[in-house]
């Protein structure tokens, strides 16, 4: 996880991680279980270890001056690295509790480019995946979370309706995207 992150950050992080944790590991506090490996022929990811693809991993490996290995020796603390720095951070913790989780999850399966779009579309604004000025005014104007994250909701099934593999995954992504969604409103519902 990030030093520089603040408290609150790390915090909210923390909340959100096992519910996109639970939605990409079918054993998520054991990592290293094969149960939590997947290569499928029809997943553009390809190798991936509890959601995290091997070219992910590949990369922070690098970034760290690690040599490469197979993503299934994945450490917790490299996947929560992973997921901290390259899916929560920088935007999640922009947004309000729910919503957060909303964005978080969508960038690990969709991919941070999408979860903005996803976003903007929420928010009624222009969707073009690019977090600028007018995603923050956006953003620091929401009145009703409960409202954007049912609008957030909707409009990741209608993208997950137009992603290539709908037909072989598209069941389990229209679950996950309503089960995000409950649970942000169960979060959204507790905040102040």
């Known amino acids: 996880m990030s ?20 939605q990409e590991c079918p054993l998520p ?18 190798k991936t ?15 760290h001056g690690l040599p490469l290995q197979d993503v299934r020796k994945i450490t917790v603390q490299e996947g929560e690295d992973i997921y901290d720095q390259s899916y929560w951070l920088p935007h ?15 960038s690990v399966n969709e991919g941070p480019f999408q979860a903005i779009k996803i976003l903007q579309a929420a928010l009624g604004i222009a969707a073009d995946g690019q977090w600028g000025p007018q995603t923050d005014a956006a953003v620091k ?4 979370v409960s409202a954007v994250i049912r609008a957030f909701t909707a409009r990741r099934g209608a ?16 679950r996950r995207a309503h089960e995000i969604g409950a649970e942000a409103l169960n979060m959204a519902g507790g905040a102040s």
Not at 92 to 106: I, K, N, Q, R
């Open 3 to 22: 030093d520089n992150q603040e408290p609150a950050d790390l915090l909210r992080f923390k909340a959100c991680l096992p519910y996109t944790l639970g």
């Open 159 to 174: 993208v997950y309706r137009e992603t290539r593999g709908f037909q072989y995954f598209g069941a389990d992504w229209l």
């Open 92 to 106: 999640s913790p922009l947004l309000p509790p729910g919503l957060d989780l909303c964005l978080f999850d969508a």
């Open 141 to 144: 104007a929401i009145a009703d």
């Open 49 to 63: 270890m509890c959601g995290i693809t091997q070219n992910e991993y590949d990369r922070h490996r690098k970034l």
């Open 29 to 46: 506090a054991d990592w290293s279980n094969p149960k939590n490996f997947s290569d499928d022929v029809h997943d553009p990811g390809g």
